[in-house]
């Protein structure tokens, strides 16, 4: 399997690999060439449909599978106008989004595919930072921050320049790190370095030894010798992000399952439809091969049994909870 994580060009190269298959499948819809299942959205959920995509075309080579990286919000523009037939999303739908699909007579099928925990992190060479607390990130990042130095921060740290990265305000990532660490969705300071491509974060951090910035964690994994994650202090002590920390719940309050959602009308096709059960079916292997966490083998079952019911709507319509299991709320529905 490719890995496009840590890849230089990376957008280049989506354009160069996957451009062709949108003529081709278009082309497909209404003739007699191949089908073309249509992906778009968020970027930190990119490397997991992308690793599926690949693996599904092998064994399903009529079918063409396209995956681009709007961000959350952008793909869900796409998808509530009926560009789209799937959704990669690192965050529940929002209300608004919601009535979106509805205005335009979109269904959409909400289907968890796996667990990240937003990683926040320094240079390699920063010696002094060995934690944050959820009160210093808020510090930081929340509108009107007057945080311009490290020791701004802790009056012990190193009197010098703070320089902010993080992802773009279409990010399903920017959404729920400000609504965690904020209280409010989209409320945040605008002095920072912004991106809907994660590598340029990386790239940014680690090029730069007065960074600190957060994204997904599978990029934090595929840059380890080139990235330093701080454990964030979410009242219980210092966690760092792992596997096992995200997995458990333990690394509060940045642990977040992250959601595939899927045009009802859509998945009628036999395409979208196969896509979408090898997705979920696959998931436990491909999720930990591109460094993220899966989710409990009875959630995919309770996700595959929702697709293939068909049912629609979300299941975050008061929002995201931290610590909301997914199973409880997967069984509720059934």
Request: net charge negative; aromatic share 10%.
């Amino acid at each position: 399997m490719k890995q496009w994580i840590n890849r230089k060009g990376f957008l280049v190269a989506i354009a160069v690999v996957y451009a062709p298959f949108f003529l081709a499948g278009c082309a497909g819809r209404d003739g007699d060439g191949p089908t073309t299942v249509r992906v778009d959205g968020s970027s930190t959920v990119f490397p997991i449909t992308e690793a599926v995509a690949e693996e599904f075309q092998k064994k399903n080579p009529n079918i063409r599978v396209t995956v681009g990286i709007s961000g959350t919000g952008g793909g869900f523009k796409k998808f509530s106008a009926g560009e789209t037939d799937v959704n990669d999303a690192s965050r529940p739908i929002k209300a608004q989004e919601v009535s979106m699909t509805s205005e335009n007579g979109i269904e959409f099928i909400e289907l968890p595919v796996a667990f990240d925990g937003i990683s926040v992190l320094v240079n390699p060479g920063n010696d002094f930072v060995d934690s944050l607390t959820v009160e210093e990130l808020r510090k930081i990042w929340q509108p009107g921050s007057t945080v311009k130095k490290w020791n701004d921060i802790r009056a012990n740290w190193e009197d010098r320049a703070l320089n902010l990265y993080g992802p773009g305000t279409d990010s399903g990532t920017f959404d729920y790190f400000t609504e965690a660490i904020n209280g409010k969705s989209q409320a945040c300071r605008a002095d920072f370095t912004a991106s809907e491509d994660d590598n340029v974060l990386v790239q940014g951090i680690a090029g730069d030894p007065n960074a600190l910035g957060f994204f997904g964690f599978a990029y934090y994994g595929e840059n380890r010798s080139r990235l330093k994650a701080v454990p964030i202090d979410g009242g219980k002590g210092p966690v760092a992000p792992s596997e096992q920390s995200i997995n458990d719940g333990s690394y509060e309050p940045l642990s977040r399952p992250i959601f595939i959602y899927v045009s009802k009308k859509a998945s009628e096709r036999p395409d979208v439809e196969s896509f979408v059960k090898f997705y979920l079916e696959n998931a436990p292997t491909l999720v930990t091969e591109v460094g993220y966490v899966p989710l409990p083998d009875r959630v995919y079952q309770l996700a595959l049994a929702r697709f293939e019911k068909r049912a629609t709507g979300t299941l975050f319509a008061s929002g995201h909870r931290v610590g909301m299991s997914l199973e409880d709320l997967l069984s509720a529905k059934e």
